[in-house]
């Protein structure tokens, strides 16, 4: 077992700052979405005048932006990747502002033609309404619910101290993210005041290659698996490594949908 063992340290040690993936590169992948969601972000914001990227990460996927408006900033919730964030826009001229997953935007109402968020794990739409200006647009693209089910399910198997409902059965930790899926995307926004424009959704294959890349995967999407931790899951690690040698990557998929929306 010396190369499992040899595998977990490494994944365990692989840094969780920021929102950038290429680490996996040649050890996992995941088919990305038809609709472009940097290509599209880059468009928006050529046109922009005042924009909001909400939930900014390390500020990776605002950076790649061939124009930035004048007006630039970005929000996000973990005090490490504020600090890559504000080294990431500099360049551009982007004010990153340390703001919760669920608490209001520190801006004033209708400063913005443009929020954008990439995989928010909370939206608040009547935040969103508030700052946008009239005939403003919001962009997103969302994790869907029952992404990377697979990889849950196996980590879960066997075990009975996964979370559960208030009821007793057991929770989906994906199904509690707030937009998780399309329909109750749309009704949250034009609950807010917001018209939707354009909705679209794909689910995407991906593959793990080994199970260093499970870890590091685990410990960087925490909601995947809450209270992962090697030690607690190192059995079925052990068994999906072995599953792993005998037959290959592992395949999952990934849910995401694009949501436009306008303030009327």
């Given at each position: 077992?010396?190369?499992?063992?040899?595998?977990?340290?490494?994944?365990?040690?692989v840094?969780?700052?920021?929102?950038?993936?290429?680490?996996?590169?040649?050890?996992?992948?995941?088919?990305?979405?038809?609709?472009?969601?940097?290509?599209?972000?880059?468009?928006?914001?050529?046109?922009a005048?005042?924009?909001?990227?909400?939930?900014?990460?390390?500020?990776?996927?605002?950076?790649?932006?061939?124009?930035?408006?004048?007006?630039?900033?970005?929000?996000?919730?973990?005090?490490?990747?504020?600090?890559?964030?504000?080294?990431?826009?500099?360049?551009?001229?982007?004010?990153?502002?340390?703001?919760?997953?669920?608490?209001?935007?520190?801006?004033?109402?209708?400063?913005?033609?443009?929020?954008?968020?990439?995989?928010?794990?909370?939206?608040?739409?009547?935040?969103?309404?508030?700052?946008?200006?009239?005939?403003?647009?919001?962009l997103s693209?969302?994790?869907?619910?029952?992404?990377?089910?697979?990889?849950?399910?196996?980590?879960?198997?066997?075990?009975?101290?996964?979370?559960?409902?208030?009821a007793?059965?057991?929770?989906?930790?994906?199904?509690?993210?707030?937009?998780?899926?399309?329909?109750?995307?749309?009704?949250?926004?034009?609950?807010?005041?917001?018209?939707?424009?354009?909705?679209?959704?794909?689910?995407?294959?991906?593959?793990?290659?080994?199970?260093?890349?499970?870890?590091?995967?685990?410990?960087?999407?925490?909601?995947?698996?809450?209270?992962?931790?090697?030690?607690?899951?190192?059995d079925?690690?052990?068994?999906?490594?072995?599953?792993?040698?005998?037959?290959?990557?592992?395949?999952?998929?990934?849910?995401?949908?694009?949501?436009?929306?306008?303030?009327?």
């Amino acid at each position: 077992m010396a190369d499992f063992d040899e595998l977990l340290a490494e994944g365990a040690s692989v840094p969780t700052e920021g929102w950038d993936f290429s680490w996996f590169r040649g050890r996992a992948s995941e088919a990305r979405p038809t609709w472009g969601y940097a290509r599209l972000l880059g468009e928006r914001m050529a046109g922009a005048r005042a924009a909001l990227d909400v939930q900014t990460g390390g500020g990776e996927v605002l950076a790649t932006v061939p124009r930035a408006p004048a007006l630039l900033a970005a929000t996000e919730a973990w005090p490490p990747n504020v600090a890559i964030a504000r080294r990431t826009l500099a360049p551009l001229g982007g004010t990153v502002v340390h703001v919760g997953e669920s608490d209001g935007l520190p801006f004033r109402d209708g400063l913005f033609d443009l929020v954008v968020s990439r995989h928010p794990v909370v939206t608040r739409w009547d935040e969103v309404h508030r700052v946008l200006r009239p005939g403003g647009t919001y962009l997103s693209q969302q994790v869907g619910s029952g992404t990377v089910r697979e990889l849950a399910e196996f980590m879960r198997e066997g075990r009975d101290d996964g979370p559960t409902s208030p009821a007793g059965a057991k929770a989906d930790p994906l199904a509690t993210r707030s937009g998780s899926t399309p329909h109750a995307a749309t009704a949250a926004a034009e609950a807010a005041g917001l018209e939707v424009v354009d909705l679209r959704q794909e689910a995407l294959r991906m593959e793990f290659h080994d199970v260093a890349a499970v870890v590091h995967f685990l410990r960087k999407v925490i909601w995947t698996v809450p209270g992962f931790t090697v030690e607690e899951y190192r059995d079925r690690l052990a068994v999906l490594h072995d599953f792993m040698e005998r037959h290959g990557p592992f395949v999952a998929h990934s849910q995401r949908y694009l949501i436009e929306a306008r303030r009327p």
